[in-house]
Nanobody
Framework: QVQLVESGGGLVQAGGSLRLSCAFS????????MGWFRQAPGKEREFVAAINWSGGMTYYGDSVKGRFTISRENGKNTVYLQMNSLNAEDTAIYYCAAGRTSWSSSTLRYEYGYNGWGQGTQVTVSA
């Protein structure tokens, strides 16, 4: 069973940066594509970014493109989300997720493309 633990969230001023980490365990990390989603209060969970098993392909939601970078370090079983130029609209709980075997460019932006989730880490951006 896949286990995911996010860390790195916190309070940051608008314009600042944070780097989130997600530690993976329980299975072989290198066969799993990974994703980040977020959920703001009163809103649905939103796709943020995804990365394939090798790290050679990355995908981003429109609201974070050009500001966020997803990466992975397979030797450490960890996926990262570097977040720059943060604004108040980025305030949310951020979740790490492990992709299903059916994960593809058609499914990676949707929750059903993933079958393992972390507990989330809170990111709060102050104006």
């Amino acid at each position: 069973q896949v286990q995911l633990v996010e860390s790195g969230g916190g309070l940051v001023q608008a314009g600042g940066s944070l780097r989130l980490s997600c530690a993976f365990s329980g299975r072989t990390f290198t066969v799993y594509p990974m994703g980040w989603f977020r959920q703001a209060p009163g809103k649905e969970r939103e796709f943020v970014a995804a990365i394939n098993w090798s790290g050679g392909m990355t995908y981003y939601g429109d609201s974070v493109k050009g500001r966020f970078t997803i990466s992975r370090e397979n030797g450490k079983n960890t996926v990262y989300l570097q977040m720059n130029s943060l604004n108040a609209e980025d305030t949310a709980i951020y979740y790490c997720a492990a992709g299903r075997t059916s994960w593809s460019s058609s499914t990676l932006r949707y929750e059903y493309g993933y079958n393992g989730w972390g507990q989330g880490t809170q990111v709060t951006v102050s104006a």
